[in-house]
Nanobody, 124 residues
Framework: QVQLVESGGGLVQAGGSLRLSCAAS????????MGWFRQASGKEREFVAG????????YYADSVKGRFTVSRDNAKSTVYLQMNSLKPEDTAVYSC?????????????????WGQGTQVTVSS
């Protein structure tokens, strides 16, 4: 069982930056592939970024590539999402998720554990 708690969301102006954190409980964090997803109001949840259990492989949605960076610190059981050059269309609830898949997947069905999410609002 893995419990995930996100933090770092908030209100930021377009062009600004935020860093999201996702802290995991349990001693097996380092064995999970981690993903970040987001859900805007009235829209379906979408994949944002993911990172393999070693941190050696990352994968991004085209909409955030070059602006967002995912990383992890297995010693702290934490995964991060650094978001730069934020746009109003990035406004959403951001959630982290843990998967036992060996490769990063953009399919939310491949993720076993989810956090509650943190709100990110980007004003124009």
């Amino acid at each position: 069982q893995v419990q995930l708690v996100e933090s770092g969301g908030g209100l930021v102006q377009a062009g600004g930056s935020l860093r999201l954190s996702c802290a995991a409980s349990g001693r097996t964090f380092s064995t999970y592939t981690m993903g970040w997803f987001r859900q805007a109001s009235g829209k379906e949840r979408e994949f944002v970024a993911g990172i393999s259990w070693t941190g050696g492989s990352t994968y991004y949605a085209d909409s955030v590539k070059g602006r967002f960076t995912v990383s992890r610190d297995n010693a702290k059981s934490t995964v991060y999402l650094q978001m730069n050059s934020l746009k109003p269309e990035d406004t959403a609830v951001y959630s982290c998720a843990a998967s036992k898949f060996l490769v990063v997947s953009a399919n939310e069905k491949h993720y076993d554990y989810w956090g509650q999410g943190t709100q990110v609002t980007v004003s124009s």
